[in-house]
């Protein structure tokens, strides 16, 4: 009991007909729009590409970093109030090794959003 | 040169047109040929000026929302003491405070930074050439007497632009921790010796001047101009935002760091290495929150726009490129 084509396939053919198709027939504002609406259905297929595994591992790793489980807004919320709350020349090394958690989190979020921006 | 599309999207050309043609002496007649941009802030028209039998390229630039008056005054009379200091800006023809409205000189050239890059692909010492020009201009532009510039708004206290940076995070209604880092670090890290303030273009960048074979034929966009740190306007053109892809090339995707060094220190610029790398990471952590702004404003309901909610999605390149700036 499952729609065929799944997410990925029909965001991808969307994708491929604005730009091989409507792209050309358009000018000025227009054009910029469908450019943009192209990449982003491209950026939506490889998120439904990755699932929920990436966030999923953030969010442990975060629940670890804080001591506390959440959802990941919540700890996210958290994560933020945790670094005002702290001198900014704090000596604990809080803030670089939130750095590193929050580094592996964007190269993740990259992969799906600019492919290659990383690297 | 900049897009010429279809015909000026105007509800009532002929009305502009005639608004147009008042603000100039003599019996102008004006024909609006093409639309340059359509900016959230400003749109941009391309016009003919028919007069005495003789046609004039010019263009007009209309605030979308009448500015401040204050803030047309403001940037028509840098641009005339940007001209006197030999700074190549467009001639002002004609200004109309009350209407947002600029009118001045065409110049051929090109904006659009991707069509830049490819010139730049396509002629080997146009890259170099552009940097050098870069360097100058911005010198030039840092030498402009302030004396009659009191009443811009000063941004070159560092202390103060991070509180403003904290303020702007604070005003997102989503919490963004790699930008609280970025708070942060601003202030962890004072500016050892801060420069006299200047005048800063506030938006010198590939994309805002125009550019020829012959490297760059004027600077535009003068609306972010206020008084600062030099070392401000230099870390914006080199943030890998606007190398379009060339991140090797620092300078906007056509030049060596080294060069545009040379070429400001050539033309009387002081270099401070460690303020331009504070303001790289306050001008990345500021563009950061702008495009998580744009992207609030549409989920807000405020604007309705794609493009807007897409800057969402560019807001983590940014994060990328401020984790990496701050390594210390």
């Known amino acids: ?119 | 040169m900049k897009d010429h599309t279809d015909a000026a999207d105007e509800t009532d050309t002929s009305a502009l047109s005639a608004r147009l043609a008042a603000m100039l002496p003599g019996n102008a007649e004006i024909r609006i040929t093409g639309v340059a941009s359509l900016g959230a802030q400003r749109r941009t028209l391309f016009l003919d000026i028919l007069r005495d039998g003789a046609t004039t390229q010019a263009v007009a630039q209309i605030a979308s929302q009448v500015l401040d008056p204050a803030d047309i005054e403001k940037e028509a009379r840098l641009l005339r003491a940007a001209a006197k200091a030999g700074v190549a800006v467009p001639h002002l023809l004609a200004v109309d405070a009350k209407a947002g409205t600029i009118i001045s000189e065409h110049i051929a050239g090109e904006s659009i930074p991707r069509r830049i890059l490819r010139l730049v692909d396509a002629q080997a010492d146009l890259g170099s050439k552009l940097t050098s020009d870069c360097g100058r201009l911005l010198a030039m532009i840092h030498q402009i007497p302030t004396e009659e510039f009191h009443d811009l708004e000063n941004l070159g206290n560092a202390k103060r632009y991070a509180e403003e940076m904290e303020e702007l995070l604070e005003s997102l209604t989503a919490p963004h921790p790699t930008f609280r880092l970025g708070v942060r670090w601003l202030g962890r890290h004072e500016l050892d010796a801060p420069a006299a303030s200047v005048v800063v273009h506030g938006d010198f960048r590939i994309g805002n001047f125009l550019a020829s074979d012959e490297g760059i034929r004027a600077v535009l966009d003068w609306e972010l101009v206020h008084l600062g740190d030099p070392m401000e306007d230099l870390a914006w053109l080199c943030l890998r935002t606007w190398r379009f892809g060339a991140d090797d090339l620092v300078v906007g995707g056509f030049g060596q760091l080294e060069a545009l060094r040379t070429a400001y220190e050539k033309a009387g610029g002081t270099w401070r290495a460690k303020a331009f790398d504070w303001w790289t990471v306050a001008r990345t952590l500021w563009w950061g929150l702008g495009l998580a702004r744009q992207a609030q404003a549409h989920m807000q309901g405020e604007v309705n726009s794609i493009v807007l909610a897409a800057s969402g999605r560019r807001v983590v390149e940014l994060e990328y490129d401020l984790l990496r700036l701050m390594q210390d």
């Open chain 1, 1 to 119: 009991m499952l729609d065929r084509p799944d997410a990925a396939t029909l965001l991808k053919a969307m994708a491929a007909t604005l730009s091989d198709e409507v792209l050309p027939e358009t000018s000025g504002g227009t054009r910029h729009a469908v450019r943009v609406i192209a990449n982003l259905c491209r950026i939506l297929e490889r998120e439904f590409e990755a699932g929920p595994a990436g966030p999923e591992r953030t969010r442990q790793a975060l629940a670890e970093l804080l001591g506390q489980d959440g959802t990941l807004p919540e700890l996210i919320s958290e994560l933020d109030r945790s670094l005002c709350e702290r001198e900014i020349r704090d000596d604990t090394g809080f803030d670089s090794k939130v750095r590193k958690l929050i580094l592996a989190d964007v190269e993740r979020r990259l992969a799906i959003d600019r492919p290659g921006y990383s690297s």
